[in-house]
C-alpha cells in the first residue's frame, strides 16, 4: 500500500472509531504524523485527498477539521465522477435509477406527510401547464427529487439525485421526439404519487418502476 494511502486508512481509521468526531479540529501536522508513525509529506497528500472527498476542510491559518459528514456532502465527489459518464453509459444509469427510485417510492409510501404530497402534486399539475422540455426536465428532476426526499432516508435520496443527471439529455431528448410523452410522463408521475398518498408501498415499488424502465426501454429502441 502507497504512504499516502496508509495515511488516508489510517486517519479513516481514527474517524470510524470515533477518535475524531464531526466538527473535531486534528492534531498538528507534526504531532499526526508521529502518532500515525508517516511522513509528514505522506500525511500532507492524505489531507489533501480527503478534503477533495469532502471528509476534511483545510481552513488555512487555523487548522484542518473533520467535516459534518453529511451524506449529501459526502456524495458530492459521487456527482463529480458521474458528471464525466460517456453518452454510452446512460441506459446503465438508467437500471441503476430502476433499481434504487422503486426502493425510495416504496419507502416514501410510509412516510410521506401531507405537505410532500401536495408539493409534489403541484410539480405535476405545473408539468402538464409547460411545454418547453428544458422546463419540463426541470419538473420532472423536482419530482424525482421529493419522492427522494419523502423516503426519509438522506444517503438514499442523495445517490438518486446524483445519479440523476447522466440521463437528462435522453429525457429531453424523449420530450422533443415522442409524440405524447409530456403527458406520459405526467400519468406516470400521478400514479406514483397516487400510491404514495394511499399509503401503499407495493404499488408506489411498481409505478416508479414502470416509470423508469420506460425512458430505459425508448431509448434501448431509438438507439
Known sequence: MALTDEAIVRIKEMIVSGQLRPGDKLPREADLAETLGLSRNSLREAVKALSLMNVLDVRQGDGTYVTSLDPNLLLDALTFVVDFHRDDSVLEFLRVRRILEPAAAAMAAQSVTAEQVHHMQEVIDASLAGDVPEDLLTLDIEFHRLVGAASGNSVLASLIE????PTNRARVWRGRTEPGAQERTAREHQAVLDALSAGEPDLAHAAM????????????KVR
Not at 446524483?162 to 443527471?165: E, H, I, V, W
Not at 418502476?209 to 434501448?220: D, F, I, S, T
Open 162 to 165: 446524483g445519479l440523476s443527471a
Open 209 to 220: 418502476v414502470a416509470h423508469v424502465a420506460g425512458v430505459e426501454n425508448w431509448l434501448r
